[in-house]
């Protein structure tokens, strides 16, 4: 049996670039309804565009947020469609009702049951703060979450503190090998 769900679609796109039409490829996040077989733009694509498209035409720099975001709100689905009470409010709120607990509870499931890197929990800790930036931004969150940022002065670029509290992070398995 087949299911809902959260997917990262990749298509072609024209885009005028000083005055001419150039083929590249774009990341959306999509709903795949199952009954129909279809997978339906979802606007939290937004994000991607906005954050990662703009940046960089790059498929690898847009897919890497977008399967974070796919990955959590794969998560949010399951837990509401199980009925789990923390995650039960969702159902009539959707994405404005989500939290930073939501969020944390998806990392540290992450951590309790996935084989996952120090470093690629690390990257999704980021991605997902730049998400909840997003949702700051954008006023989706009924409840908007508080985000420390800094500016990098040799960068100039901001750099956002991740908002989580108790993250459990994944032991650091990486073995030091001798520099030749």
Same mark, same amino acid.
């Not at 939290?99 to 944390?104: C, D, G, L, S, W």
């Not at 084989?115 to 954008?138: A, G, W």
């Given at each position: 049996?087949?299911?809902?769900?959260?997917?990262?679609k990749?298509? !072609?796109?024209?885009?005028?670039? @000083? @005055?001419?039409?150039?083929?590249?490829?774009?990341?959306?996040i @999509?709903?795949?309804?199952?009954?129909?077989?279809i997978?339906?733009?979802?606007?939290?694509?937004?994000?991607?565009?906005?954050?990662?498209?703009?940046?960089?035409?790059?498929?690898?720099?847009?897919?890497?947020?977008?399967?974070?975001?796919v990955?959590?709100?794969?998560?949010? $689905?399951?837990?509401?469609?199980a009925?789990?009470?923390?995650?039960?409010?969702?159902? *009539?709120?959707?994405?404005? @009702?989500?939290?930073?607990?939501?969020?944390?509870?998806?990392?540290?499931?992450?951590?309790e049951?996935?084989?996952?890197?120090?470093?690629?929990?690390?990257?999704?800790v980021?991605?997902?703060?730049?998400f909840?930036?997003?949702l700051?931004?954008?006023?989706?969150?009924?409840? !908007?979450?508080?985000i *420390?940022? $800094?500016?990098?002065?040799?960068?100039? *670029?901001?750099i956002?503190?991740? !908002?989580f509290?108790?993250?459990h992070y994944?032991?650091?398995?990486?073995?030091?090998?001798?520099?030749?």
């Amino acid at each position: 049996m087949r299911h809902s769900h959260y997917v990262v679609k990749e298509f !072609p796109i024209e885009l005028r670039i @000083g @005055g001419k039409l150039t083929n590249t490829r774009k990341i959306i996040i @999509g709903f795949y309804d199952s009954e129909k077989g279809i997978v339906y733009p979802h606007p939290i694509s937004d994000f991607i565009e906005k954050e990662y498209f703009r940046y960089s035409m790059s498929l690898s720099h847009q897919r890497q947020p977008a399967n974070t975001v796919v990955q959590f709100l794969n998560f949010i $689905k399951s837990q509401v469609d199980a009925n789990e009470s923390r995650f039960v409010i969702l159902k *009539k709120k959707g994405i404005p @009702g989500l939290t930073i607990e939501h969020a944390t509870w998806f990392l540290n499931h992450l951590t309790e049951n996935k084989d996952i890197s120090r470093d690629t929990f690390s990257i999704k800790v980021y991605h997902l703060t730049k998400f909840y930036q997003f949702l700051n931004e954008n006023r989706i969150l009924e409840v !908007p979450v508080n985000i *420390k940022s $800094k500016v990098n002065k040799k960068t100039n *670029k901001l750099i956002l503190t991740p !908002p989580f509290k108790e993250l459990h992070y994944p032991p650091d398995n990486r073995i030091n090998k001798p520099k030749k």
